[in-house]
C-alpha cells in the first residue's frame, strides 16, 4: 500500500506529474509536479509541517482541503502556506513553520 494519497478530496484524482525534485529543510526530496506539496511530503514519509506557537506542539495533515491551518509551512520565503493545496513546482523551498517562523524554538 502506497503512502501517496491518490485522490485529494477537493482536488480529486490527478494524472501523475513529472518528476520534480524540490527542498524540505535541507534535504533534496522529489514529488509529482502539480501534487499538493502534502502529498508529496506525506509519500516521502514527513507527517509533521509546523510547530504551534504557544505549547510548541506538532501538527500536519489534518482537513486536507485548505481550510485549518495544520498544514501551513514556508515555501519559498513565504510563510503560512496551506500545503495541501499548493501544488508541487520543481526546486521549491520548503520549511518546517515554528510558530510564524523556520526558527526552532528555543530548549526552555
Given at each position: 500500500m502506497?503512502?501517496?494519497?491518490?485522490?485529494h478530496p477537493i482536488l480529486g484524482?490527478?494524472?501523475?506529474?513529472?518528476?520534480?525534485?524540490f527542498?524540505?529543510?535541507g534535504k533534496e526530496i522529489?514529488?509529482?509536479?502539480?501534487?499538493?506539496i502534502?502529498?508529496?511530503l506525506k509519500a516521502a514519509g514527513i507527517m509533521?509541517?509546523?510547530?504551534?506557537q504557544k505549547e510548541h506542539k506538532p501538527r500536519g495533515i489534518f482537513c486536507a482541503i485548505g481550510r485549518c491551518t495544520d498544514c501551513v509551512m514556508i515555501v519559498d520565503g513565504i510563510p503560512n502556506v496551506r500545503t495541501c493545496i499548493t501544488p508541487?513546482?520543481?526546486?521549491?523551498?520548503?520549511?518546517?513553520?515554528y510558530g510564524v517562523s523556520a526558527t526552532p524554538f528555543e530548549k526552555q
Open positions: 502506497s503512502a501517496r494519497i491518490e485522490e484524482a490527478r494524472e501523475k506529474g513529472r518528476t520534480v525534485k527542498k524540505i529543510d522529489e514529488g509529482y509536479e502539480g501534487e499538493p502534502a502529498t508529496a509533521i509541517h509546523r510547530y504551534t508541487l513546482k520543481e526546486g521549491m523551498v520548503v520549511q518546517t513553520q
